[in-house]
T-cell receptor
Framework: EAGVTQFPSHSVIEKGQTVTLRCDPISGHDNLYWYRRVMGKEIKFLLHFVKESKQDESGMPNNRFLAERTGGTYSTLKVQPAELEDSGVYFC???????????FGQGTRLTVV | EDQVTQSPEALRLQEGESSSLNCSYTVSGLRGLFWYRQDPGKGPEFLFTLYSAGEEKEKERLKATLTKKESFLHITAPKPEDSATYLCAVLNQAGTALIFGKGTTLSVSS
């Protein structure tokens, strides 16, 4: 069974540019989560989808971040325009039910220069 | 505010030298305490869930325990392959998101 897959693994962009991260959850998992780890800090929640609906987006830092999950399958997280403080590792996770037992992807390391 | 604090930040052990990692938590109504393992360049991998004080879970050389204020991850006779960052987390009040600690990075040398 394929795990959670994230693309790209690494991305280096200039401040002010746009970047789109993609997450393919485990097939059949209705719940999809985005988390972020900024250097030196803990992993922090960004948002939670149930199928295509945003269940909780309380962790989104500001309106430069836009997450979508069209059709309840894969999800994208767009940062526009990117700022230096957006650098970090972005993780996607999925689960069948709303639970803390989630399957995480390998992460996308975003560097804004 | 819900909070998770892990200690120590880093731990170096010799192979076979048992030890414990600590996770202190503050949460309004525990909906579960979770332990994850993270290897370099990878995402967290689920290990255990604990729901109530006194509960224990075991997996190979790892045993997780829970009290009303903290959890311990006991590592018995560790091997080099146990080297990783161990993360502790609780569910937020809505039950929709994990609140993580910063983790403990364990290095086991042979």
């Amino acid at each position: 069974e394929a795990g959670v897959t994230q693309f790209p693994s690494h991305s280096v962009i200039e401040k002010g540019q746009t970047v789109t991260l993609r997450c393919d959850p485990i097939s059949g998992h209705d719940n999809l989560y985005w988390y972020r780890r900024v250097m030196g800090k803990e992993i922090k929640f960004l948002l939670h989808f149930v199928k295509e609906s945003k269940q909780d987006e309380s962790g989104m830092p500001n309106n430069r971040f836009l997450a979508e999950r069209t059709g309840g399958t894969y999800s994208t997280l767009k940062v526009q325009p990117a700022e230096l403080e957006d650098s970090g590792v972005y993780f996607c996770a999925s689960s069948q039910t709303i639970t803390g037992e989630a399957f995480f992807g390998q992460g996308t390391r975003l560097t804004v220069v | 505010e819900d909070q998770v604090t892990q200690s120590p930040e880093a731990l170096r052990l010799q192979e076979g030298e048992s030890s414990s990692l600590n996770c202190s938590y503050t949460v309004s109504g525990l909906r579960g305490l979770f332990w994850y393992r993270q290897d370099p360049g990878k995402g967290p991998e689920f290990l255990f869930t604990l729901y109530s004080a006194g509960e224990e879970k075991e997996k190979e050389r790892l045993k997780a325990t829970l009290t009303k204020k903290e959890s311990f991850l006991h590592i018995t006779a560790p091997k080099p392959e146990d080297s990783a960052t161990y993360l502790c987390a609780v569910l937020n009040q809505a039950g929709t998101a994990l609140i993580f600690g910063k983790g403990t990075t364990l290095s086991v040398s042979s």
